[in-house]
């Protein structure tokens, strides 16, 4: 593993099942962010942890939830999916800091 | 709202010619600056950071940052057809969230 891996690389989706997006990370940072990114909509948070035990809440978190029992995994869930949750999801973590975002190659999610 | 703002292009550009892209932001004690490049298909990819005013260079790209007037920009020297992709603008603020912006397609014409 180098920097993050997610998995699946994209995935089609029954409305109503249940998902689980993975996300780990192998660079020891300490936060960790869950996007979605939709045509003309751009990069939008879903949740966040700053640190493993702790999670937060971003712009558009409904229908969606998250755990951080350890520092290298970020894994997302969606309860109950729907169509609106279409889209190209996209993991990324940082040191504390000043310093930019890793994402990773994103999981294309197709909900149907 | 904090909000980061940029034109969505396409802006198209001759190869070999300089791109110019710019960025506007709303948090005012806004302290960390970045600029991504996303080719389509692919994840955002951290090209350039600046912390202060002034310009910082890093071989073709140069950063440039006004805070007092809320400004990032980017220019690309000696564009290439490879350089043809969205660009994001991020801000990161006070609360130590990234903000980004809704990126801009730029398109080099060989």
């Known amino acids: 593993i180098a920097g993050i891996t997610q998995a699946p690389t994209s995935q089609i989706l029954a409305a109503g099942r249940r998902m689980t997006l993975r996300c780990t990370q192998d660079?020891?940072?300490?936060?960790m962010y869950w996007y979605r990114q939709d045509l003309g909509l751009g990069l939008r948070l879903i949740h966040y942890?700053?640190?493993?035990?702790?999670?937060g809440k971003g712009e558009v978190p409904d229908g969606y939830s998250v755990s951080r029992a350890n520092t290298d995994d970020f894994p997302l869930t969606l309860a109950s999916a729907v169509p609106s949750q279409t889209s190209v999801y996209f993991c990324a973590s940082s040191a504390t800091g000043t310093g930019g975002y890793t994402f990773g190659s994103g999981t294309r999610l197709t909900v149907v | 709202q904090k909000e980061v703002e940029q034109n969505s292009g396409p802006l198209s550009v001759p190869e070999g010619a300089i791109a110019s892209l710019n960025c506007t932001y709303s948090d005012r004690g806004s302290q960390s600056f970045f600029w991504y490049r996303q080719y389509s298909g692919k994840s955002p990819e951290l090209i350039m950071s600046?912390?202060?005013?002034g310009d910082k260079e890093d071989g073709r790209f140069t950063a440039q940052l006004n805070k007092a007037s809320q400004y990032v920009s980017l220019l690309i020297r000696d564009s290439q057809p490879s350089d043809s992709a969205t660009y994001l603008c991020a801000v990161r603020g006070r609360d130590d969230k990234i903000i980004f912006g809704k990126g801009t397609r730029l398109h080099i014409l060989p």
């Open positions: 942890s700053n640190t493993a035990g702790t999670t």
């Open positions: 600046i912390y202060s005013n």
């Open positions: 660079m020891r940072h300490n936060a």
